[in-house]
């Protein structure tokens, strides 16, 4: 129903007079899978126009609907030739979608979130970044989030200013020189994937690899630009006043600095200042128990 209108979209058509309570008869919308590159260009269709409307239609989906197909895999998508209609909009070929049964909705909750962090990006806000992920439910609100902000303003520090284009290119030992400097501290901290973003994340993901064998050249990130965009454009808050909210906020934290500053300066003459070594404490508590592991290791071949 939501892309009744659209040429770029079918479905099958449910054969009421052949279904009953236990058997669901469809009609039969075989054509070409649409990772069958020769028999696209045997039917003079385009794989990289194939690509670049599959994700159009996905990224619909998410943005617009705000209800996806969560397996598009190969299987479950064929390429139907249509006809050219002269002066129209018609691409030679629509997207035929079948088997509903993994669908992943994308509740106003998880939407605001996505603004949020969307917003957080492109101010380069750390903290921001952080409120998102706890906002979408990934990052469970009992996280030590101090460790995890100096790592995004590094992180935005490095790539930060870049198009998704860029990022692509962006040398692969950077992002490693950054996991070996920062991967302890993500590995410990406490993530979970909501069901509904867990499907949306294999959604894009295979999106992403389909698009990719069609077209080597694709970048999913070009293509979910213009929906983010969109998504800020278009949700209720208003863009401008969450950046304002922020600077707000800034001037407020920079109004009390002097004042907070002054009282750190009495806590040190007093000799009240207190630092956390919980993170250390853990680290030697895990080195205790493999020095414990390594032993028994050690005991159990003696005996054996």
Known sequence: ENFADDPRVDTPEIVW??????????????????????????AGIDPSEVAAVFAEVMFDQVFTHSFVHADPHPGNIFVTPSPVVEGGTGRGFRLTFIDF??????????????????????????RGLVAAAQEIGVLLPSADTAELERALTTLFARFGGMGFAELSKVDPREFRDFAEEFGDMVR?????????????????SLTSGMCSGLDPAFNVWDAAEPYAGRLLRDESGNIVQAFANQAMGTMSTTWALPGRIDKIITR???????????????????LEGIARRIGSGVLFAAFL
């Open 188 to 204: 410990s901290l406490p993530l979970q994937l909501p069901e509904n973003m867990l499907l949306l994340i294999r959604a894009v």
């Open 17 to 42: 007079e052949r279904s009953t309570r236990r058997v669901l008869t469809l009609s039969d919308v075989t054509a070409i899978k649409i990772n069958d590159i020769g028999a696209l260009r045997a």
């Open 268 to 286: 040190l003459d007093d000799g009240n200042v207190t630092f956390d070594t919980s993170r250390l404490e853990r680290r030697l508590d895990r």
């Open 101 to 126: 049964g993994m669908m992943a909705e994308i509740p106003a909750s998880l939407r605001d979130g996505l603004r949020t962090l969307l917003i957080a990006v492109a101010g380069r806000d750390s």
